[in-house]
């Protein structure tokens, strides 16, 4: 079984930065989009990132400019380097894979991290 292992959340003042990390938890046989989403109670699941095993990028308006997401294939590890963090930026935030755990698979299947709290104040 894969489990996503997510880092780097905390407590920073509006304008600071965080980075998070999102690493597998053994080799893995192929990953293609992987990605960050976020979650404030009461409100739905938004999606911040992803990137493509090409390195194609996408961003929620609100982050552009403002966050990079980022991946190392041979550490099947993710990144979110948040910079410039505002109070609303405020959410748990979750890390997902598109990927195939054995070569044997023929279709890529979900995985999620447990979650990371980011609390911005201002």
């Known amino acids: 079984q894969v489990q996503l292992v997510e880092s780097g959340g905390g407590l920073v003042q509006a304008g600071g930065s965080l980075r998070l990390s999102c690493a597998a938890s053994?080799?893995?046989?192929?990953?293609?989009?992987m990605g960050w989403y976020r979650q404030v109670p009461g409100n739905q699941r938004e999606l911040v990132a992803t990137?493509?095993?090409?390195?194609?990028?996408n961003y929620a308006d609100s982050v552009k400019g403002r966050f990079t997401i980022s991946r190392d294939d041979a550490e099947n590890t993710v990144y979110l380097q948040m910079n410039s963090l505002k109070p609303e930026d405020t959410a748990v935030y979750y890390c997902?894979?598109?990927?195939?755990?054995?070569?044997?698979?023929?279709?890529?299947?979900?995985?999620w991290g447990q979650g990371t709290q980011v609390t911005v104040s201002s």
């Open positions: 053994r080799s893995i046989f192929s990953i293609n989009v």
């Open positions: 997902y894979a598109d990927l195939r755990v054995a070569r044997w698979l023929s279709n890529d299947n979900r995985y």
């Open positions: 990137i493509t095993s090409g390195g194609n990028t």
